[in-house]
């Protein structure tokens, strides 16, 4: 079946433009995650969305940052004003998550480049 | 604070040789430990997965351990091949509230011809 899908794949933007990146999950994924990945550095999370409920932004770095979620289904990141140290990899996944599913591996995209001149 | 820490941070091997990457965590309560492999521009992908009731597992080339009571976990890959080279991500997940796993800042590794 589909993975997740992410677009663009690339991005290239001036510095104090605004980005929308989306995420297509994978059908019936209730979780999804929102992670940043600058070059040679670990996965930085960003936000992550569980059903109805609301999301845990606790990993968004500044108030330019927010996402939203459609009906439980597609996913858009929105970077508002980008900054230089905004260029990364920002990688979207999905998991079927519930009180019982602890041990769901989350399945990734393969990510939006991002760069900001 | 929840903390996965890797070892080594990069790795270089030669093909067909063996190696073993490290993962430390103090992730509390303990769920399930999982090791992702990332290639270059794409996103991770899970190998495998332990929970705490299992000492070992192997996918193929890849064998995973785990000790739950020092918390340490190991990747071995057996036999390297070329296709090995990318990153090793060791992620650890708590049990009864939060979904959002702690992630490792992975291991790189290179199989040289």
């Known amino acids: 079946g589909a993975g997740v899908s992410q677009s663009p794949s690339n991005k290239v933007t001036e510095k104090g433009k605004d980005v929308e990146l989306r995420c297509d999950p994978i059908s019936g994924h209730t979780a999804l995650y929102w992670y940043r990945q600058s070059l040679g550095q670990g996965l930085e999370f960003l936000i992550y969305?569980?059903?109805?409920?609301?999301?845990?932004k606790s990993g968004l770095p500044s108030d330019r940052f927010s996402a939203e979620r459609t009906g439980g289904s597609v996913s858009t990141l929105t970077i508002q004003r980008t900054q230089q140290e905004d260029s990364a990899v920002y990688l979207c996944?999905?998991?079927?998550?519930?009180?019982?599913?602890?041990?769901?591996?989350?399945?990734f995209g393969n990510g939006t480049r991002l760069t900001v001149t | 604070k929840n903390q996965v820490e890797q070892s080594p941070q990069s790795l270089i091997i030669l093909e067909g040789k063996n190696c073993t990457l490290q993962c430390n965590y103090t992730v509390s309560p303990f769920s399930n430990l999982r090791w992702y492999k990332q290639d270059t521009g794409r996103g991770p992908v899970s190998l495998t997965i332990m929970t705490f009731s299992e000492n070992t597992k192997s996918n193929g080339r890849y064998t995973a351990t785990l000790d739950a009571d020092t918390k340490q976990s190991s990747l071995h890959i057996t036999a390297s091949q070329l296709s090995d080279s990318a990153s090793y991500i060791c992620?650890?997940?708590?049990?009864?509230?939060?979904?959002?796993?702690?992630f490792g800042r992975g291991t790189s590794l290179i199989v040289h011809p």
């Open positions: 996944a999905s998991s079927i998550l519930d009180v019982s599913s602890y041990n769901s591996p989350l399945h």
């Open positions: 992620v650890v997940s708590a049990r009864g509230g939060s979904y959002i796993p702690t």
């Open positions: 969305f569980q059903g109805n409920s609301a999301p845990d």
